[in-house]
């Protein structure tokens, strides 16, 4: 009985659903998050009467046919990469991004990688980096004696120093941007790294043809929407639901069967 195997698999895919949903509920608080959005596709089919098959000697054809799906599976879970709300923090050192881009961060491994969350600490050196410790790319260093730190929505790093009156510049902050972001990979800690599916980076000053702007003292919230997750979840627990329901009567049905005498 195939609705067996058919209702095993919508259960898999609403399992898949729920778990997705429930990792853009945990990161509804988590900066820079991009939500996920699972997608699913129908399996193969089984044709018992093909579509146009000839139907008598006369040259009439099948106008509908018969063809049996075999149930669902997982084609994607895709990011989606509408902007966040941008949170005040008043801290000199947060930075989000209006618009599109990611700031580059430079990993031990010497590989680059993306994100979009810029709550930026200073290192022991007076360098710019992530919560992790990983520099901004190109990387930032803030003067120790520095009273006041500027950065413009280009990403031009100003400061004024101890005792003087103009500001001097301290870097450039620069953003990337890819042809297919939703082809990023995910390895957590708000990190991004390029891949095929992605393109390659291309990086500019924000601002710039492509490119976003910079807010200091702003940090860029989680896109997730509380209601429409809930609606979601709903919606899967429902068809979750409605599959064992189906299972439930094919087994009905099978045993109906086995007790014909």
Same mark, same amino acid.
């Given at each position: 009985?195939?609705?067996?195997?058919?209702?095993?698999t919508?259960?898999?895919?609403?399992q898949? %659903?729920?778990?997705?949903?429930s990792? %853009?509920v945990?990161?509804?608080?988590?900066?820079?998050?991009?939500?996920?959005?699972?997608?699913?596709?129908?399996?193969?089919?089984?044709?018992?009467?093909?579509i146009?098959?000839s139907?008598?000697?006369? /040259?009439?054809?099948?106008?509908?046919?018969?063809?049996?799906?075999l149930?669902?599976?997982?084609?994607?879970?895709?990011?989606?990469?509408? #902007?966040?709300?941008?949170?005040?923090?008043e801290n @000199?050192?947060?930075?989000?991004i209006?618009?599109?881009?990611?700031?580059?961060?430079d990993?031990?491994? /010497?590989?680059?990688a993306?994100? @979009?969350?810029?709550?930026? #600490?200073?290192?022991?050196d007076?360098?710019?980096?992530?919560?992790d410790g990983?520099?901004?790319?190109?990387?930032?260093?803030?003067? #120790?004696?520095?009273?006041?730190?500027?950065?413009?929505?280009?990403?031009l790093?100003a400061v004024?120093?101890?005792?003087?009156?103009?500001?001097?510049?301290?870097?450039?902050?620069?953003?990337?941007?890819?042809v297919?972001?939703?082809?990023?990979?995910?390895?957590?800690?708000?990190?991004?790294?390029?891949?095929?599916?992605s393109?390659?980076?291309?990086?500019?000053?924000?601002?710039s043809?492509?490119? /976003?702007?910079?807010?200091?003292?702003?940090?860029?919230?989680?896109n997730? %929407?509380?209601? #429409?997750?809930?609606?979601?979840?709903?919606?899967?627990?429902?068809?979750y639901d409605?599959?064992?329901?189906?299972?439930s009567?094919?087994?009905?049905?099978?045993?109906?069967?086995?007790q014909?005498?």
């Open positions: 009985m195939r609705s067996l195997s058919v209702a095993a919508g259960m898999m895919a609403q898949l %659903n729920v778990e997705v949903i990792n %853009n945990a990161n509804m608080t988590t900066t820079g998050y991009k939500r996920r959005r699972p997608e699913f596709q129908d399996l193969l089919y089984q044709s018992q009467r093909r146009g098959a139907s008598s000697d006369s /040259g009439t054809v099948l106008p509908a046919g018969v063809s049996l799906g149930g669902v599976k997982t084609a994607a879970v895709y990011r989606v990469h509408d #902007q966040g709300d941008l949170v005040n923090t @000199r050192f947060d930075i989000a209006q618009g599109e881009g990611f700031f580059v961060i990993l031990p491994s /010497g590989e680059p993306y994100t @979009r969350s810029g709550n930026f #600490q200073l290192s022991p007076g360098v710019l980096v992530t919560p990983y520099p901004l790319s190109p990387e930032i260093t803030i003067p #120790q004696d520095a009273v006041e730190v500027a950065i413009s929505q280009e990403g790093v004024k120093l101890q005792g003087q009156v103009a500001m001097q510049v301290a870097g450039q902050i620069e953003l990337a941007t890819f297919n972001p939703t082809g990023l990979e995910a390895i957590g800690s708000n990190l991004l790294l390029e891949s095929e599916a393109g390659p980076a291309l990086v500019g000053t924000p601002g043809t492509g490119l /976003g702007t910079v807010q200091q003292g702003f940090l860029e919230s989680s997730v %929407n509380p209601v #429409q997750e809930i609606t979601a979840l709903i919606a899967a627990q429902r068809a409605m599959n064992s329901k189906v299972i009567a094919s087994d009905q049905m099978l045993a109906t069967v086995t014909l005498r």
